[in-house]
């Protein structure tokens, strides 16, 4: 299939944001390629990689660069302006949600995945007015399907949602654009699996041959077969 991440990057300041959140994603240890041995989601999906963007809440340097690369991001492509709420979906998108709140001056929500109690904010913790615009924030994104129950639940409750901000797209399935799509929702990623490859291919950060099965992996994963151990 087509690389997705080439329509994505639309601009040199956006490739290079996400050449530099995949080095640090590398750097602090968030990236994991074990072909020989893969990885198998909740989903039921294969995989010969796994991403752990929670492991960013401990790494200051790298946390507060992809901030800054995450206002700059929204800036860019959405206009703090157009933004009156930030949301995090529970829990890896909440102290996401917390640092771009922080760093654009916003009001600040979280949405749990289930309802608790009954009522419009059943799910939803912070004050939140009618007709709010509001950006729901996550940590990463494979096919879109958990944004849905999030984005939903901030509608029931009277909220405007037109975007949704993540630091990591897997940038390979198409699901995730569609989802997004149907629900008329625009998905803006700081980084794919397709710069992480490239940044581990720069530093040498795995064997030729686990890069050249992720990238096998990365160009048709419905089809991939894992690597001889």
Known sequence: MARPDKAQHTSDEARQAA?????HLLDIGAVNFKPEDPYTFTSGRVSPSYIDCRR???????????????VALIDREIGRDNIDVIAGGETAGIPYAAFVAVALGKPMVYVRKEPKGFGRMAQIEGALEDNARVLL?????TDGGSKVRFIDALREASATVEHTYVVFNYGIFMEAWDNMEKLGVGLHALATWWDVLDAARENSAFSAEQLDSVEEYLSSPDTWTPMAS
């Open 19 to 23: 050449a530099d959140t995949a080095r």
């Open 56 to 70: 960013v809440i401990a790494f200051p340097k790298a946390r507060e660069a992809m901030t800054a690369h995450a």
């Open 137 to 141: 924030v996550e940590d990463l994104t």
